[in-house]
C-alpha cells in the first residue's frame, strides 16, 4: 500500500511477485470498505504499508482493528525497489505501491506493526512536547528581535519569561512604533508563560508514564523523561535488532567505512533515525558538561589523537551500545516479572556489558538484517 491522507493505492502480489490486482481507494468509510472486499479473495495476506511511523500510521492502525496483519516498510527500502525495478526513480502511486509490495515481498525481518496503547499514548505526548518546545523557541526568537530593537544590546541568549517580563517593566517607550512593540513583546512574554507551564505538566506527566513502564532508560545520564519516551516509541520491540551494531545503524551512530587501498578511515553516518539520533546527541552533550565517565570517555579519545568530532562520534556510539543494554534488561525484567513486558527474545544480548570497547566505535555499518519478524506472521512467500 501506498499510503495518503484521503486515498490509498494498493497491488496484490503473490510469494512468487506475480501482480494478482490492486486499485486505488478512498479513505472514507465506503472507500475502506470496498478496499476490503477487493482483497477478499485472498483471505492469508499480511498488509505491507509505506511509513506505518508516518503518513501511513492512520490506515495502518485500521486495520489492526479490524485484525489484519500489517508490517512497516520503511520509505527508504521501498525507494530503492522502486529504482531496480524501474530503472528510474520517477514516482506515481502505482509505481510506488508496487515497489512497497517487492519490499514486502522480498524482505524479511520487516516490523509487525501492533496496537500497543501504553506507547501510543506515549507517542501522542512526547510528539505534542516537541511540539512546544519548537512553539517556544520560536517566540523567544521572535521576542529577542522585539527586544534587540527595545533595549540596546537586546537581552542575554537564555532568557526566561519572568526576566523578560522585568525588562520589559524597565522599557517606556514614548513614541507609536516603540509602544506597539513594548505590546507585541508583552504579548509574547505571556504566550511563553503559558508554554512553560503546559512543558512543565507534559514533563511530569511523560514520567509517570516512563516509570509505570518500568524502564531503566531514566536512570542513564542525560536521558529525561522525553528521550525515554521517544526511544520507547522509535525502537518498539528491541528484539527486532539482531545485535548492538544494527542498532547502532539504525540510531545513525554507526560510522561508514570509507577506506580506499591502504588508507582506512571512517566517516559520519547522516542516515538513521534521526530523532533518536537527536537523543543520543543531547544525552553526549549533557555528560559532557558535567564530570561523567562520558566526559571521561571523550578525554580519552581526545588523547589519542582524535579531533573533538571524531571523539563525540566515538561517544555517541557508545551510548546506543548502552541504550541497547538497557532496553535488553529492561525487556528480561519484564519478562520475569510476569506479563506485561514487550514479547520478544529472552536470551542474553550481545551488548555484554554498559562499557563497549574502544574499538567498537570504529566498525562500519553492518550488513542488513535477515532475521525473520519476532511476532508470529504467516509466510509471504
Given at each position: 500500500m501506498d499510503p495518503h491522507k484521503r486515498s490509498v493505492t494498493i497491488e496484490v502480489m503473490d510469494g512468487d511477485?506475480?501482480?494478482?490486482?490492486?486499485?486505488?481507494?478512498a479513505t472514507g468509510t465506503a472507500g475502506y470498505r470496498s478496499m476490503l472486499d477487493s482483497v477478499g479473495a485472498w483471505p492469508n495476506r499480511i498488509w505491507a504499508i509505506e511509513g506505518c511511523n508516518?503518513?501511513?500510521r492512520h490506515i495502518a492502525h485500521r486495520l489492526i482493528a479490524d485484525r489484519e496483519?500489517?508490517?512497516?516498510?520503511?520509505?527508504k527500502?521501498?525507494?530503492?525497489?522502486?529504482?531496480?525495478?524501474?530503472?528510474?526513480?520517477?514516482?506515481?502511486?502505482?509505481?510506488?505501491?508496487?515497489?512497497?509490495?517487492?519490499v514486502g515481498t522480498r524482505m524479511t525481518g520487516l516490523r509487525p506493526v501492533v496496537a500497543d496503547e501504553q506507547l501510543e499514548v506515549l507517542r501522542l505526548l512526547v510528539d505534542r512536547r516537541r511540539a512546544l518546545g519548537e512553539e517556544h523557541t520560536r517566540k523567544v526568537s521572535q521576542l529577542h528581535a522585539l527586544l534587540l530593537e527595545?533595549?540596546?544590546?537586546g537581552a542575554k541568549v537564555f532568557l526566561s519569561a519572568a526576566q523578560a517580563r522585568k525588562l520589559l517593566a524597565s522599557v517606556r517607550p514614548r513614541d507609536v512604533v516603540g509602544k506597539t512593540r513594548k505590546r507585541v513583546a508583552t504579548e509574547l512574554v505571556i504566550d511563553l508563560e503559558k508554554i512553560y507551564a503546559r512543558t512543565k505538566a507534559a514533563d511530569k506527566e511523560l514520567t509517570e508514564l516512563v516509570k509505570a513502564t518500568g524502564t531503566g532508560l531514566l536512570d542513564l545520564h542525560g536521558i529525561g523523561p522525553s528521550g525515554a519516551a521517544r526511544l520507547l516509541v522509535e525502537v518498539g520491540d528491541i528484539t527486532r535488532f539482531p545485535d548492538r551494531a544494527h542498532f547502532a545503524s539504525w540510531t545513525g551512530t554507526a560510522p561508514i567505512d570509507a577506506s580506499s587501498g591502504d588508507h582506512v578511515r571512517h566517516r559520519l553516518s547522516r542516515g538513521g533515525n534521526r530523532q533518536i539520533n537527536r537523543v543520543l546527541h543531547v544525552m553526549a552533550v549533557v555528560q559532557l558538561r558535567n564530570p561523567t565517565e562520558g566526559r571521561a570517555y571523550f578525554d580519552r579519545k581526545k588523547t589519542t589523537g582524535k579531533t573533538s568530532m571524531e571523539a563525540m562520534r566515538c561517544l555517541k556510539?557508545?551510548?546506543?551500545?548502552?541504550?541497547?543494554?538497557?532496553?535488553?534488561?529492561?525487556?528480561?525484567?519484564a519478562q520475569k516479572t510476569g506479563p506485561g513486558g514487550q514479547p520478544g527474545n529472552d536470551s542474553v544480548s550481545s551488548a555484554t556489558g554498559s562499557q563497549?570497547?574502544?574499538?567498537?566505535?570504529?566498525?562500519?555499518?553492518?550488513?542488513?538484517a535477515k532475521t525473520k519478524p519476532n511476532r508470529t506472521l504467516p509466510a509471504a512467500s
Open positions: 511477485e506475480h501482480v494478482l490486482g490492486g486499485g486505488r481507494f508516518g503518513i501511513g496483519q500489517v508490517v512497516d516498510v520503511p520509505p527500502l521501498s525507494a530503492r525497489a522502486r529504482v531496480f525495478a524501474t530503472g528510474q526513480g520517477r514516482k506515481t502511486d502505482a509505481t510506488d505501491a508496487h515497489s512497497v509490495a517487492l527595545l533595549i540596546p544590546g556510539r557508545r551510548l546506543s551500545d548502552l541504550i541497547y543494554k538497557t532496553m535488553l534488561d529492561d525487556l528480561v525484567a563497549p570497547s574502544t574499538g567498537s566505535s570504529d566498525k562500519s555499518h553492518p550488513e542488513p
